[in-house]
T-cell receptor, first 113, second 108 residues
Framework: GAGVSQTPSNKVTEKGKYVELRCDPI?????LYWYRQSLGQGPEFLIY????????DSGLPNDRFFAVRPEGSVSTLKIQRTERGDSAVYLC???????????FGPGTRLTVL | KNEVEQSPQNLTAQEGEFITINCSYS?????LHWLQQHPGGGIVSLFM???GKKKHGRLIATINIQEKHSSLHITASHPRDSAVYIC??????????FGTGTRLQVFP
């Protein structure tokens, strides 16, 4: 079956612009996670959803970052007033339920010029 | 100090060698994950452990909860095993906390 998909695969934007990154989880998976991986680093946790609600958003670095999952399936990570330091690969993962094995998407590579 | 430490950071091996990657963590966890990431590729989950030992093909993962330590073993290593191996832990119902990874290169 289809795995986790993320769009776009690459996004180049200018400093100060707004971007949206999309994640389509595996059908039926109730838990969805966003992570960020900077070059040469391990991924770091941003936010996780159980259903439609953000169960833990403690990893979001500041209020420029926001994520939604209005129908409990697709999620969008939104970044306002992008900064060069936001450049990274943004990874999405989903799991059947909280605590189950997580399946990762291919990531969106964001470059802020 | 990172909550999740891996060693070694880099590892090279000849094809056929037995490989061990170690992971130590400093917090109470509900589960530990071993993940594989190929250059330019996505992350693949290898194991999720909360106790004992799991085996899948040539891969074996063990965890000692009391010592807060896990190992990933690869038997009869092959060049296609070359990748970054990442240890990640789950605390209660949060997202994963990742180690910095171990870069493995297996030469023919």
């Amino acid at each position: 079956g289809a795995g986790v998909s993320q769009t776009p695969s690459n996004k180049v934007t200018e400093k100060g612009k707004y971007v949206e990154l999309r994640c389509d989880p595996i059908s039926g998976h109730t838990a969805l996670y966003w992570y960020r991986q900077s070059l040469g680093q391990g991924p770091e946790f941003l936010i996780y959803f159980q259903g439609t609600g953000a169960a833990d958003d403690s990893g979001l670095p500041n209020d420029r970052f926001f994520a939604v999952r209005p129908e409990g399936s697709v999620s969008t990570l939104k970044i306002q007033r992008t900064e060069r330091g936001d450049s990274a690969v943004y990874l999405c993962a989903s799991s059947l339920n909280t605590g189950n094995e997580q399946f990762f998407g291919p990531g969106t590579r964001l470059t802020v010029l | 100090k990172n909550e999740v430490e891996q060693s070694p950071q880099n590892l090279t091996a000849q094809e056929g060698e037995f490989i061990t990657i170690n992971c130590s963590y400093s917090v109470g966890i509900s589960a530990l994950h071993w993940l594989q990431q190929h250059p330019g590729g996505g992350i693949v989950s290898l194991f999720m452990l909360s106790s004992g030992k799991k085996k899948h093909g040539r891969l074996i993962a063990t965890i000692n909860i009391q010592e807060k330590h896990s190992s990933l073993h690869i038997t009869a290593s092959h060049p296609r095993d070359s990748a970054v191996y990442i240890c990640a832990v789950r605390i209660l119902v949060r997202g994963l906390i990742f180690g910095t990874g171990t870069r493995l290169q297996v030469f023919p």
